[in-house]
T-cell receptor, first 114, second 114 residues
Framework: EAQVTQNPRYLITVTGKKLTVTCSQNMNHEYMSWYRQDPGLGLRQIYYSMNVEVTDKGDVPEGYKVSRKEKRNFPLILESPSPNQTSLYFC?????????????FGPGTRLTVL | AQSVTQLGSHVSVSEGALVLLRCNYS??????LFWYVQYPNQGLQLLLK??????LVKGINGFEAEFKKSETSFHLTKPSAHMSDAAEYFC????????????FGKGTLLTVNP
């Protein structure tokens, strides 16, 4: 089944404790992206990647890191989480090419930082 | 720069009534426009997309949207609401080119009353 998977689905942590949220897709998509969703703010893009070893900042990159060493994986790293990073996070992937295309979303990761 | 405004954070309709969700965009170049739907506790899935072909776009579940360049709008409609349409709907814009930066609106929560 074609899908985007995220782990963990739920995470409660404390301020300053480094964490990684994994994202993997099995559709051989070139493009991958991370979003955070907050009530009343919609989805805001954190980072995106056009292909392996190619990443760029979205609208709200502060406090986050990403890497794209393999085509299928795009982990999101919070090196020193803070309470304002409590949010619902979505990973998405898209086929790639010269035109924007449908993005396929993972199920989400609900993160709480105490 | 690109942006999206969704008018009305909450829309309530009766079952069988017309659904109209409003989206206006701002873009300095011809845009690519998308509507995504998010059911409770799920990720987002594509309803429909406009990519410069026909201005009237048909999507899944009986939804359609019309691209109106003169009004910079891409409103989502459905002739007859079903209870199963209750969800949050997001309009998104991309200008393509060298990257896939996707900007989402803040969302409209649709409630369908019996």
């Amino acid at each position: 089944e074609a899908q985007v998977t995220q782990n963990p689905r739920y995470l409660i942590t404390v301020t300053g404790k480094k964490l990684t949220v994994t994202c993997s897709q099995n559709m051989n998509h070139e493009y991958m992206s991370w979003y955070r969703q907050d009530p009343g703010l919609g989805l805001r893009q954190i980072y995106y990647s056009m292909n392996v070893e190619v990443t760029d900042k979205g609208d709200v990159p502060e406090g986050y890191k990403v890497s794209r060493k393999e085509k299928r994986n795009f982990p999101l790293i919070l090196e020193s989480p803070s309470p304002n990073q409590t949010s619902l996070y979505f990973c998405a992937s898209s086929p790639g090419g010269s035109l924007p295309d449908t993005q396929y979303f993972g199920p989400g990761t609900r993160l709480t930082v105490l | 720069a690109q942006s999206v405004t969704q008018l009305g954070s909450h829309v309530s309709v009766s079952e069988g009534a017309l659904v109209l969700l409003r989206c206006n965009y701002s873009s300095s170049v011809p845009p690519y426009l998308f509507w995504y739907v998010q059911y409770p506790n799920q990720g987002l899935q594509l309803l429909l997309k406009y990519t410069s072909a026909a201005t009237l776009v048909k999507g899944i579940n009986g939804f359609e949207a019309e691209f109106k360049k003169s009004e910079t709008s891409f409103h989502l409609t459905k002739p007859s609401a079903h209870m199963s349409d209750a969800a949050e709907y997001f309009c998104a814009v991309s200008v393509g080119g060298s990257n896939y930066k996707l900007t989402f609106g803040k969302g409209t929560l649709l409630t369908v009353n019996p």
